[in-house]
């Protein structure tokens, strides 16, 4: 090939080029979406963590639902009050106090106070041994099964296993829900971060049947409903529950029960 057709070829190329980029250039101010500002200061605002614990695709989805009104300015769990606070400002709103939340595994039968009927021998996690008979290995067909999956959710390295159950640790928690929601016995709530007393036991099995599989798990007695003065505690299909609402710390179910189950573990 010639030079003349080298440098022919060479300013076909470059000219292709040059129009592309100048085209490109063009259209993109032409077709480009606006951003409100205010998308970007609410995104600075947030923590970054992009656990999805708001419901919303991390924290840019987020941002856009709160400046499209979509999403209320202290929806983000992980944040709190603080955060909501900046967000109240950027957005010329005021923010509602935040309650903080921390989750809270309702089950307190650990490898040494709960039976197993069999032994697993299988994956461990707790969404497959679930699906094994009995709902797992465990012989209440309510507790924990200890195999992790919480643990492995969590983002923020606020839930272990100690013992043969899942602990929350309330102080790392940030109420995202991921342990909520892969939980497949349902065993783990969010509850006030300053709620003293919550019943750590899920099981609606009777009395007799509680004795035979826990030493420890809720029979149903009644004893903290009748001795709670704030009315606080009820108990329906055998299992004591303490409204967070009505509850005053008192303490007087956790010092009545009989099996000791109305005490958090952290």
Do not use: W
Not at 24 to 36: P, Y
């Amino acid at each position: 090939m010639s030079i003349s057709g080298i440098l022919i070829a060479a300013a076909i190329v470059g000219g292709t080029g040059l129009f592309i980029g100048v085209f490109l250039g063009i259209s993109g101010k032409k077709f480009a979406i606006e951003v409100d500002e205010r998308e970007e200061a609410v995104l600075e605002a947030l923590p970054g963590n992009n656990c999805g614990g708001c419901g919303y695709p991390g924290c840019s989805g987020l941002a856009a639902a709160i400046v499209a009104g979509e999403a209320d300015i202290g929806a983000c769990p992980v944040g709190g009050t603080p955060v909501a606070e900046k967000i109240g400002e950027i957005m010329g709103m005021s923010a509602e106090e935040q309650i903080r939340q921390v989750a809270f595994v309702k089950c307190g039968g650990t490898s040494e106070l709960a039976k197993d009927e069999y032994e697993y021998f299988g994956i461990e996690d707790c969404i497959m041994a679930h699906m094994m008979q009995d709902g797992g290995p465990k012989g209440c067909s309510y507790g924990c099964l200890g195999f992790g999956t919480c643990v492995r959710a969590c983002p923020f390295d606020a839930i272990h296993i100690m013992e043969g159950i899942a602990v929350v640790d309330r102080e790392k928690c940030k109420a995202c829900g991921k342990c909520v929601a892969v939980c497949p016995k349902q065993l783990i709530e969010m509850f006030p971060y300053e709620q003293k007393h919550i019943v750590q036991c899920n099981s609606h099995d009777n009395g007799k049947t509680v004795r035979d599989v826990c030493q420890v798990g809720c029979i149903g007695c009644r004893i903290c409903e009748k001795n709670c003065e704030a009315k606080a505690v009820t108990v329906t299909d055998n299992l004591a529950y303490v409204d967070p609402a009505k509850c005053a710390n008192y303490g007087v179910c956790a010092e009545k029960c009989p099996r000791k189950i109305i005490t958090p573990r952290a």
